[in-house]
């Protein structure tokens, strides 16, 4: 492959800061939490050696004091399946990645090389840091009992047993260890090309919040793990669509930039998510076709993703070039990176010189490394491209396949495919295409359960700014789905791969309406007290302020 590592450099963090690879939404959290902990920062940890099951286990029975009736096998077993996040679990090489982040210092406690989140604990914190008040939340959840200025942990009465185990732990492994920021990796908040995906996650982790002192800590994390790979997925997802777009104009929406503040349409944004899901979860079924169809539109983009992020990474490296060799660009004041939208400005007509220049050099490089060029680049030659074209083109040769294939298991694992609050599904038997084995969009209960949270909190009716659980009526929360975040059962999008139900899909809609009320009954959320379609109401689980009547959408 006549391609070097530093010309074949994919990844620019204006658009995602994740390293595309497989997430695990445990490692993403641990490594969060250094970040709130250190104001955006990771950690640096200092220890004298790599935590095993064994040193856990030695910690616990060191202190019966604290963990009464703890003999090693029951430690054991409990530290291994209840307290520990464990990589290839039951296997020779089976080794710890961390606690499970059950409080905030658990990331003291990770080996980082078996505990990588691949920068999506950075894409999440800046995402936060959209609005204070959810960082705040966060780090005041998880450090509840830290005293900041000091660092003295002061448990409160109704810490669960694994959290007070964690603070054990803290407590005292914590003395033989320093716990710095690392300032080698100073904070870079690129402005986001559509600020909407961010404020939506900063509204929802703040409801889901309201619930901390109604529902069990461990029942909290694991809500706030599906809502933030559920908000990492549709940002990505809105990213297929909104980069190509930047790309071929130049520029981005100011009114994506603003996040569609003051916009009172609930179709706010062109570039918003719209998915068709399977309810009921099984394979054959029209339903499953249909959400077979709306993933099949979105991962088709992929390509086109992975082109326009290469070309926004090249521009970028040619704004670096002519701002660090020459004197025709300067960095922006106070910063010394580009946007995006800054590095797009470079296709303008003022640079083209240069830019032939830049990009010539490279594609002469390419050449001269390749003795005989493929028949796919020979034809890409006699198009007589510009320099520019021509270099992305061979970079989309020499490496799109490979950069595909890595995002398709990033974003696999954001749905969260194959696990607790899934919101994609696949038959275990490919990886995709072809009968029988073609993704699908689906509602996975638990997802669910995490989105009726935050959408049956309302406003309360005095000036306290307090939230209030209320009812909802079916059909209410359906539409809110639909608008806040694009997720269609009842109803097909007209957009995004559909045109509007014909006839043929009208069963299926019905039937998909139905699993969706089976689904409501199955988690407790729904009883039957009419037919009528518009009497049908969702009950929240827990009483939040004061009682309420089923009103307008929340």
Not at 222 to 244: E, G, N, Q, T, V
Not at 365 to 393: C, G, H, M, N, W
Not at 525 to 553: F, N, V, W
């Amino acid at each position: 492959m006549a391609l070097t590592a530093s010309l074949g450099t994919f990844h620019h963090p204006g658009i995602s800061r994740i390293d595309y690879k497989a997430l695990d939404m445990d490692r993403v959290l641990t490594a969060l939490l250094a970040r709130l902990w250190h104001g955006g920062m990771p950690s640096k940890i200092s220890r004298a050696n790599t935590l095993d099951v064994n040193v856990f286990v030695k910690l616990f029975l060191e202190h019966p004091e604290v963990f009464e009736s703890f003999d090693r096998e029951t430690t054991t077993r409990w530290t291994s399946t209840h307290l520990l996040d464990l990589v290839n679990r039951g296997k020779a090489t089976e080794a710890v990645a961390s606690p499970r982040p059950l409080h905030g210092f658990t990331y003291r406690f990770r080996n980082s090389r078996k505990s990588r989140p691949y920068g999506a604990d950075e894409q999440l914190y800046e995402m936060l840091a959209e609005n204070e008040g959810a960082l705040k939340g966060l780090r005041e959840f998880f450090f509840s009992d830290v005293d900041r200025s000091t660092g003295e942990i002061t448990p409160g009465p109704g810490t669960d047993v694994e959290t007070q185990a964690l603070l054990h732990l803290v407590q005292q492994a914590g003395k033989q260890m320093q716990d710095r920021p690392d300032t080698s990796k100073p904070r870079k908040p690129y402005p986001p090309l559509c600020a909407e995906p961010a404020q939506q996650l900063c509204q929802d982790v703040m409801r889901l919040l309201y619930h901390q002192g109604h529902m069990p800590r461990t029942v909290l994390v694991d809500y706030l793990k599906i809502l933030f790979a559920f908000h990492l997925s549709l940002y990505h997802l809105r990213m297929l669509k909104l980069l190509p777009t930047v790309v071929e104009a130049g520029a981005g929406s100011a009114a994506c930039r603003a996040g569609h503040q003051g916009e009172e349409t609930a179709d706010r944004c062109p570039y918003r998510v719209r998915l068709f899901l399977d309810v009921q979860g099984v394979p054959g079924t029209p339903a499953a076709a249909l959400a077979e169809h709306s993933a099949e539109i979105w991962y088709r983009q992929i390509s086109r993703f992975i082109q326009a992020t290469y070309q926004v990474k090249k521009l970028d490296e040619f704004s670096e070039h002519l701002a660090l060799k020459t004197t025709k660009l300067s960095y922006p004041a106070g910063r010394n990176y580009f946007t995006p939208e800054e590095s797009l400005q470079r296709l303008g007509k003022s640079y083209a010189k240069d830019r032939d220049a830049f990009f010539l050099q490279r594609v002469n490089r390419v050449r001269d490394e390749e003795e005989d060029l493929p028949a796919e680049l020979k034809k890409i030659t006699q198009l007589e491209l510009s320099p520019f074209d021509e270099y992305i083109e061979m970079l989309m040769h020499y490496r799109g396949r490979y950069y595909r294939s890595y995002f398709i298991d990033c974003l696999d694992s954001m749905l969260l495919k194959h696990r607790p609050g899934a919101l994609l599904a696949q038959p275990r038997s490919g990886r995709s295409g072809g009968s029988g084995t073609a993704r699908r969009f689906v509602l996975d209960a638990r997802l669910l359960e995490v989105l009726l949270q935050v959408s049956l909190l309302r406003e309360g009716d005095d000036e306290t700014g307090n939230l209030r659980t209320a009812p909802m009526r079916v059909d209410e929360f359906l539409g809110l789905l639909r608008d806040r975040y694009g997720l269609y059962i009842d109803q097909l999008p007209d957009t995004d791969g559909f045109f509007g139900a014909h006839l043929d899909d009208q069963a299926a809609l019905r039937s998909n309406a139905k699993a969706f009320l089976d689904r409501l009954r199955e988690i407790g959320y729904y009883q039957d007290m009419s037919d009528a379609y518009l009497t049908q109401t969702i009950t929240p689980r827990y009483t939040i302020g004061t009682e309420a009547t089923t009103g307008a959408g929340a």
